[in-house]
């Protein structure tokens, strides 16, 4: 069946570091792939999305790349704030409906 | 600001209790979620409604029952619960047919079964 699999957290890094978050899928066919954001007592917000090969989604100087070849969907943000900590989620959803399927879920902690 | 509102935002509860969680989007939508969150554990898809009929149950214990009276609100009556029904559950809502369609996340209702 279809999955997503994101990097363990949590991660920790100093205000102004680059970030990647690793995220690959395995799926049949062509589906979109998200990244949502969940911060500290909140529910899930989009960050960003993709839904054909090679669209990159960007949002808030969050940044990530539909790659079909790798199977992936990093996430990439060159500098960090503190306002950045928060549970990121990668998930993906075949079109015309069906079910959200997210990775684990990967902490980050932006220490000022 | 979301376009989905979940209410209670915060519940506690006895295990002899009744009790409903309530969800409203305004934004259209045709297909609506519950997802628990547990700690240390993935998000899990609990029921979907589309077009208010349900159409998919991954197998949910019956002292959740939900019911979508019609497409902007669904409830989750909850029912002699377990300490371990203790989570984060969120609503949420889609339109169903448009390609990359994105669902919409409520901030969660937090529930405590003591």
């Known amino acids: 069946g279809d999955s997503v699999t994101q990097m363990e957290g949590p991660v920790t890094l100093s205000e102004e570091a680059f970030l990647t978050i690793n995220c690959t899928y395995t799926a049949t066919g062509y589906p979109s792939l998200f990244w949502y954001v969940q911060y500290p007592g909140e529910g899930l917000q989009l960050l960003l999305k993709?839904?054909?090969?090679?669209d990159k989604g960007s949002n808030k100087g969050f940044e990530a790349t539909y790659r079909k070849e790798t199977t992936s969907f990093h996430l990439e943000k060159g500098s960090v704030q503190v306002s950045d900590s928060a549970v990121y989620f990668c998930?993906?959803?075949?079109?015309?409906?069906?079910?959200?399927?997210f990775g684990q879920g990967t902490e980050l902690s932006v220490k000022p | 600001e979301t376009g989905v509102t979940q209410t209670p935002r915060h519940l506690v509860m006895g295990m002899t209790n009744k009790k409903s969680l309530k969800c409203e989007q305004h934004l259209g939508h045709n297909a609506m979620y519950w997802y628990k969150q547990s700690a240390k554990k993935p998000l899990e898809l609990m029921f979907v409604?589309?077009?208010?009929?349900?159409?998919e149950n991954n197998s949910v214990p019956s002292r959740f029952s939900p019911e979508c009276p019609n497409s902007s609100h669904l409830f989750l009556h909850l029912h002699t619960l377990q300490p371990e029904d203790s989570a984060l559950y969120l609503c949420a809502s889609s339109s169903s047919q448009a390609r990359g369609n994105t669902i919409y996340f409520g901030e969660g209702s937090w529930l405590t079964v003591v």
């Open positions: 993709a839904t054909k090969a090679d």
């Open positions: 998930a993906l959803r075949h079109n015309q409906g069906g079910k959200l399927i």
């Open positions: 409604y589309s077009l208010e009929e349900r159409v």
